[in-house]
């Protein structure tokens, strides 16, 4: 079984960065594809990034590209979002997932069975 708990979110100005931390126990993340997906208030849950279990390999949502960078350390216990060059319309809770399926094309919320709680990221403008 894997939980996952993600951490790092908060209030920044357009332009700005923040970092996400996802963490898991049970077990590591080098035995899944780990993804972020994102929800903001009154929309549908939307995929953001995806890296595969060996960490050689990622895939990025079009809107946060060259902008977001996933990355896994390498014991596989937390896989991170660095998000750079805030917009506003970034503003969502974002959710780190955990599956067996590696693919470079968009994910959907059924392509992942494990998710944490979500932590919020508000960007102002």
């Known amino acids: 079984q894997v939980q996952l708990v993600e951490s790092g979110g908060g209030l920044v100005q357009a332009g700005g960065s923040l970092r996400l931390s996802c963490a898991t126990s049970?077990?590591?993340?080098?035995?899944?594809?780990t993804g972020w997906f994102r929800q903001a208030p009154g929309k549908e849950r939307e995929f953001v990034a995806a890296i595969r279990w060996s960490g050689d390999s990622t895939y990025y949502e079009d809107s946060v590209k060259g902008r977001f960078t996933i990355s896994r350390d390498n014991a596989g216990n937390t896989v991170d979002l660095q998000m750079i060059s805030l917009k506003p319309e970034d503003t969502a809770v974002y959710y780190c997932?955990?599956?067996?399926?590696?693919?470079?094309?968009?994910?959907?919320?059924?392509?992942?069975?494990?998710w944490g709680q979500g932590t919020r990221v508000t960007v102002s403008s």
């Open positions: 049970g077990r590591t993340f080098s035995s899944y594809v």
């Open positions: 997932a955990a599956g067996r399926i590696w693919r470079t094309s968009k994910y959907g919320t059924s392509d992942y069975d494990y």
